[in-house]
């Protein structure tokens, strides 16, 4: 009996494992589903982006689909920069590590927009294509 109660933890693990596996699984899932319509799409756990012509969506993942989804138009942005641990860095020398976000600013009253990145690299590149599409 105590060897059972051993194990207990261990189940009880892999349990909690196999629903946050289950979990994740799900928003992939979701996201498939709601990339479809975008030239270009990226999926982390902070923010789904999406891409189509010069119009950006972006949201919070979930198991069912993005919420919290925003849109705006590359049009209206006036500038655009890369943020690490809040400090504004180089696009072509991030750093490996931090909390990473881009940043839009938007013309006229309208209050900057910040999509987070899990990492700094990849909001990089981001930032470096969608740099290319801003008129």
């Known amino acids: 009996m105590e060897r059972g109660l ?3 933890p261990l189940l009880a693990l892999f349990i909690g494992l196999a629903w946050a596996g ?5 928003k992939l899932e979701a996201y498939n ?3 479809e319509g975008f030239d270009k799409a990226k999926y982390d756990i902070y923010a789904v982006l999406g891409q189509k012509g010069k119009e950006i ?3 919070k993942p979930t198991r069912q689909e993005p919420v919290e989804v925003q849109q705006f ?5 006036t500038g655009m920069r890369l ?3 809040e400090g504004v860095v180089d696009w072509e020398n991030p750093p490996s590590k931090g909390s990473a976000m881009l ?6 009253d309208r209050a900057s927009i910040r999509i987070p990145f899990t ?3 990849l909001a990089a590149k981001w930032g470096k294509y969608l740099s290319g599409m801003v008129s």
Not at 73 to 77: H, R
Not at 103 to 108: D, H, S
């Open 103 to 108: 940043e839009f600013e938007l013309e006229g």
């Open 57 to 59: 969506t972006w949201g």
């Open 73 to 77: 138009s590359l049009q209206d942005v």
């Open 6 to 8: 051993l194990w207990l």
């Open 22 to 26: 289950w979990n994740e699984y799900q």
């Open 83 to 85: 943020l690490v641990n």
């Open 33 to 35: 589903r709601w990339a």
């Open 119 to 121: 990492d700094p690299t």
